[in-house]
């Protein structure tokens, strides 16, 4: 840390971004340091999405800063930022006619000039993927054959393919069973051993818990609170996000922090209360309509 | 023995320049072999020896005497029509190939965007008004002044509003279509002229008869140059197909991509429909047929079906102005009468590989 040069993987600061008068992420920041598993947990509609496409340069936010090692994001070349970064949907796309393997091969295209095609290198890249990822079984197989899980982890591979310094991945656990919910983050954990930085959306709260070295609490756009599991999953931060009672252990097996959600808290989670001056104000006259909408709309 | 199931899948293991490799070296043979029955076939039968003294000489070797007719017939009549027809079948293979990447649908075709339909009311606006007989180009350049005014058109109609999408696009083009075909057939109908009528009709037809070297000047660089920026950009398709936030998050400048390459497409068909008329088909399915068999990947895709098209066009063209000799059919009939069935057989062997939105 007391190198000057240091800058963290990801340092997102007052990040904000509209859809027409709807504000998806109000003044958010985040930073993950470099060989960080940082998870972002918080109710549908919180903004996690928004905040990885932000950050991934899919969506151009209209406020605040972004930088990748230290370098401004819009600034950079769209190239330079899939070499830097790479990004695994939440909803793996229903590609047409593709096999798996030449998907996970494309995670190759930010690596290949303008006139070049992949060589065995990426070949043997790509291959060390699917083995990793454990879809080698169905590389020669088309993608609209294969299962929502199964794509899930295809579309893993091609951004383990795509070598990326930063990883971002929206729900990478949602369609997957059990097993590969385990292996998949045992994954991300090993790679990120190995110096990648990691930041994942992910809804299963134990999971987050178990896995992530820190989690930040995002509800109605904005964070509601960050640090270790320990500090941001209390009862009261999870009611107030979520509306739903908890109790917060220790898993006794895995020695991990784990939540117990008891049932739905009386009245709206308090979190996800849009203030006043969350929305922005567009004109004079329709202001007061629309912002009622877009809290109805939030809520 | 392999099956041709076995042999295709095998090919789609190798990698992307093997594939074209093997791939453009047969259908580049092809072009040649069809290229050369077709300057032999005609009102006068030519024999391979004589074309291959001809060629000969006209680089400067001695070779046994051939008619001076056969001369001419190769020289400007024949040789110059089958380069229009390559040169046609090409720009229709890219751009189909194009089109239905961009809006990643097998049922788009080069005049989704009312490229074809514009081309149609240029040239029949050429041929009502009398312009054709004032100056020789005036037919093509009209063409492609209404091709390339439809294209804009939709394009600027889908941009309006700020929120572009391809379903606008589509749409646009849809009804841009429409109307313009609305357009062409109030002129039909009011045209006292039958001779004109008649010319307005063979044109609708498609056609090849009587193309020049002229014919190959005025559209042979546009489509080569749309050909190749497409083909520079045929990566980008790829990702582009998987949807735009994933092409913009392996680093594609989607915005900016996808017109150089709507512009591009639109370019190489309207230069087409300017030489050639309306010639159906071709477009939709040679791109089809040949993702069926060789897979998505675009570059391989694109390039093969430049010379796919051509094939298709060169072969379909032969046939069409020997069949009923001395009479000519219309090559734009005879590529949607065989073409048109040879799609539906497609589709119905192939229904689980057809690929929706």
């Not at chain 1, 972002?40 to 996690?48: R, T, V």
């Not at chain 1, 819009?74 to 998907?103: C, D, H, M």
């Not at chain 2, 005497?65 to 056969?70: D, M």
């Amino acid at each position: 840390m007391s190198n000057n040069n240091y800058s963290p993987a990801v340092d997102a600061q007052s990040l904000s971004f509209n859809v027409d008068a709807t504000r998806l992420l109000d003044q958010v920041d985040l930073r993950a340091e470099r060989g960080q598993f940082v998870g972002l947990i918080g109710p549908n509609g919180a903004g996690k999405s928004t905040l990885l496409r932000a950050i991934s340069n899919v969506l151009s936010y209209q406020e605040g800063t972004v930088s990748l090692h230290g370098a401004d994001l819009k600034s950079l070349p769209a190239r330079k930022v899939a070499e830097i970064l790479a990004l695994v949907p939440q909803i793996a796309p229903y590609t047409q006619g593709f096999t798996a393997f030449e998907l996970v091969l494309m995670g190759r295209y930010p690596h290949l000039g303008r006139f070049q095609v992949e060589g065995p290198t990426d070949d043997r890249i790509a291959r060390d993927a699917m083995r990793l990822t454990e879809t080698e079984n169905f590389s020669s197989r088309t993608i609209e054959t294969l299962s929502g899980g199964e794509r899930q982890r295809v579309f893993l591979a091609r951004a383990v393919a795509q070598q990326p310094q930063v990883l971002l991945l929206d729900e990478p656990t949602s369609n997957l069973d059990v097993l590969h919910q385990l292996k998949i983050l045992t994954l991300v954990e090993r790679l990120v051993e190995d110096g990648l930085t990691a930041v994942a959306a992910i809804h299963d709260l134990n999971l987050a818990a178990r896995f992530c070295d820190r989690l930040v609490l995002l509800a109605g756009g904005r964070v509601v609170t960050e640090g270790s599991a320990q500090e941001v999953l209390t009862p009261e931060t999870i009611e107030s996000a979520f509306g739903v009672k908890s109790a917060i252990y220790r898993e006794p097996v895995t020695g991990a922090l784990a939540v117990s959600l008891i049932e739905p808290a009386d009245g709206a989670p308090t979190g996800v209360e849009l203030r006043e001056d969350a929305v922005p104000l567009l004109d004079d006259e329709p202001a007061a309509a629309t912002r009622s909408e877009a809290a109805s709309a939030i809520r | 023995m392999f099956t041709a199931v076995q042999v295709m899948r095998g090919y789609r293991q190798l990698g992307v320049s093997a594939r074209l490799t093997i791939g453009m070296s047969i259908l580049a043979a092809l072009v040649l072999v069809v290229g050369l029955i077709s300057l032999t076939l005609g009102p006068v039968d030519i024999p391979a020896s004589h074309i291959a003294w001809i060629a000969l000489s006209s680089i400067g070797f001695d070779v046994p005497e051939f008619g001076r007719t056969e001369q001419l017939v190769i020289d400007q009549i024949r040789l110059p029509r089958i380069v229009v027809g390559a040169a046609v079948g090409m720009a229709l293979g890219v751009a189909g190939a194009t089109m239905q990447g961009l809006f990643r649908n097998p049922m788009a075709d080069p005049g989704i965007i009312g490229v074809s339909a514009g081309g149609a009311l240029g040239a029949v606006v050429a041929i009502a008004s009398g312009l054709t007989g004032l100056f020789f180009l005036a037919l093509p350049v009209f063409a492609f002044v209404g091709a390339m005014g439809a294209a804009l058109l939709v394009y600027g109609i889908a941009v309006v509003g700020g929120h572009f999408s391809m379903a606008t696009l589509l749409l646009a083009g849809v009804a841009v279509n429409a109307f313009l075909g609305a357009i062409v057939s109030a002129i039909i109908i009011v045209l006292p002229d039958n001779a004109a009528l008649r010319e307005i009709l063979f044109w609708l037809a498609g056609g090849l008869d009587s193309r020049s070297w002229e014919h190959v000047r005025t559209a042979g660089p546009l489509i080569l140059g749309s050909t190749v920026l497409l083909l520079l950009l045929a990566r980008d398709l790829n990702l582009l197909m998987l949807g735009d936030d994933e092409a913009r998050s392996m680093g594609v400048r989607v915005g900016a991509t996808r017109v150089a390459m709507l512009l591009a497409a639109s370019l190489a068909t309207g230069a087409a429909v300017a030489v050639s008329g309306t010639i159906a088909f071709v477009g939709l399915v040679v791109p089809h047929t040949l993702r069926l068999m060789l897979g998505p990947d675009n570059r391989v895709l694109i390039p093969m079906s430049a010379l796919g098209g051509a094939v298709f066009v060169i072969l379909a063209d032969t046939v069409a102005r020997t069949i009923i000799q001395p009479a000519e059919f219309r090559v734009g009939i005879l590529t949607a009468f065989v073409g048109a069935p040879f799609f539906i057989l497609l589709l119905i062997k192939n229904k689980r590989q057809v690929y929706s939105l």
